[in-house]
């Protein structure tokens, strides 16, 4: 599977580039212990997600976006001193964010009151494979970061020439700082188009008796899933 990233030639010296999520793992994770004492079970040690397979494959799924440049926040006001070239070919704007008006969100459960509604410009056009979509999203289990990126699904197989941008909800309203160049602020997870179906159904005597084997695997020792089941 590969996603084919563009940008102008103009911009290229300029831009961050998206790269495998993989690469773009939040510091914190690994800052973060393995093991810890739990107060809420007496003291006991416990294993942290640093050891959670699944959390840290969702993180490391797919693409990051990242932001084009600094963005300087202070007093409720976003700001960025980053001069890139006019392009006369191409109607893109300069400007690294924008706004939208909140009313375009009327209706959605969220306080519009105290939150900006924004959208991250995404200067690079992604192209996926035939068949495939592109679902873009927050960045997966980054609630440390102060807005939340919503969710669309662009057919980038056929529209892998266009520019697609990134709403977003400027959630901590209490920041002030620099959010820096480089910080992801959107992941890109392909999908196959086809349709998914489901089928709902009882287990079987032999499949009750193969997840019992798991699930007692699972808390006889610790790594079974990494070692057994993940690719």
């Known amino acids: 599977m590969k996603i084919i990233a563009r940008c102008h030639p103009q911009l290229e010296p300029l831009l961050p580039r998206p790269v495998p999520a993989a690469q773009a793992l939040p510091g914190w994770l690994r800052a973060m212990p393995g093991q810890v004492e739990a107060e809420t079970l007496g003291g006991a040690p416990i294993r942290t997600l640093k050891h959670c397979p699944p959390f840290i494959d969702a993180l490391s799924l797919g693409l990051m976006i990242p932001l084009a440049t600094d963005l300087h926040v202070k007093d409720g006001e976003i700001s960025w001193d980053w001069d890139p070239p006019i392009i006369p070919d191409a109607p893109l704007t300069r400007a690294p964010i924008g706004l939208h008006a909140p009313e375009q969100a009327s209706g959605m459960p969220v306080n519009l009151d105290a939150r900006m509604v924004i959208k991250f410009t995404n200067f690079w056009t992604l192209e996926a494979p035939a068949g495939w979509s592109l679902l873009f999203t927050h960045p997966l289990n980054r609630a440390d970061l102060p807005f939340q990126t919503l969710s669309g699904v662009v057919d980038c197989d056929l529209?892998?020439?266009?520019?697609?941008?990134?709403?977003?909800?400027?959630?901590?309203?209490?920041?002030?700082?620099?959010?820096?160049?480089?910080?992801?602020?959107?992941?890109?997870?392909?999908?196959?188009?086809?349709?998914?179906?489901?089928?709902?159904?009882?287990?079987?005597?032999?499949?009750?008796?193969?997840?019992?084997?798991?699930?007692?695997?699972?808390?006889?020792?610790?790594?079974?899933?990494?070692?057994?089941?993940?690719?």
Do not use: M
Not at 172 to 193: H, N, S, Y
Not at 217 to 223: D, M, P, S, V, Y
């Open 159 to 231: 529209f892998g020439l266009g520019y697609v941008h990134f709403p977003a909800l400027w959630t901590d309203t209490k920041f002030e700082g620099t959010l820096p160049a480089g910080t992801p602020v959107a992941q890109v997870i392909p999908v196959p188009r086809e349709a998914v179906g489901c089928e709902t159904t009882a287990l079987n005597s032999g499949e009750v008796t193969q997840s019992r084997e798991i699930q007692e695997a699972l808390q006889a020792e610790t790594g079974v899933y990494r070692r057994r089941f993940r690719h």
